[in-house]
T-cell receptor, first 112, second 112 residues
């Protein structure tokens, strides 16, 4: 099955700095790569996604890049704010679209 | 906009009891996914349904079963509960087994 690895597991940044989280995956047929933000005890919320035919996508302070050849993708958060503090999960949708496999999560702390 | 509805929000059970979790997908969504998330863990895929048929199966114990009904809602039945079943159970839905999964608020199950 799909194997998704996410790094780092924790990330502490100063407010205003950038944060970068990286994920690798194993199934080269995977074609959809979302990122979810989860606050304690709440549901994962989709913040940005990218498809395999696109190399980069940006939405305000958030961007995702995909290197399909190397099978890795990254989340970039610029000008971080305290409300960005949460756990971020990358995920990969299998080619059959039957399930989303999550990375291990990154706990991001933005210090004021 | 209507979201994924899960019930109950919290559930407390004793060991060896049974539990039933319900999920009502976003209207017109035909695909439902169940995930189990332990404290500090990433969501683990249990099972998914597309058009009332099981589409994929993950790390779901034999003590658990699930189904999707004609109105597309889904129920996760858990029997012979164990302490280790204590977790947050999320349901997610999508359209056509498609890419964007939307999560419900989850059911927090505590087995005592």
């Amino acid at each position: 099955g799909e194997n998704v690895e996410q790094h780092p597991s924790t990330l502490s940044v100063q407010e205003g700095d950038s944060a970068v989280i990286k994920c690798t995956y194993s199934d080269s047929a995977s074609n959809y790569f979302p990122w979810y933000k989860q606050e304690l005890g709440k549901r994962p919320q989709l913040i940005i996604d990218i498809r395999s035919n696109v190399g980069e996508k940006k939405d305000q302070r958030i961007a995702v890049t995909l290197n399909k050849t190397a099978k890795h993708f990254s989340l970039h958060i610029t000008e971080t704010q305290p409300e960005d503090s949460a756990v971020y999960f990358c995920a990969v949708l299998g080619a059959a679209g039957n399930k989303l496999t999550f990375g291990g999560g990154t706990r991001v702390l933005v210090k004021p | 906009a209507a979201g994924v509805i899960q019930s109950p929000r919290h559930l407390i059970k004793e060991k060896r009891e049974t539990a039933t979790l319900k999920c009502y997908p976003i209207p017109r969504h035909d695909t439902v996914y169940w995930y189990q998330q332990g404290p500090g863990q990433d969501p683990q895929f249990l099972i998914s349904f597309y058009e009332k048929m099981q589409s994929d199966k993950g790390s779901i114990p034999d003590r658990f079963s699930a189904q999707q009904f004609s109105d597309y809602h889904s129920e996760l039945n858990m029997s012979s509960l164990e302490l280790g079943d204590s977790a947050l159970y999320f349901c997610a839905s999508s359209l056509g087994g498609g890419e964007k999964l939307f999560f419900g608020s989850g059911t927090q199950l505590s087995v005592l």
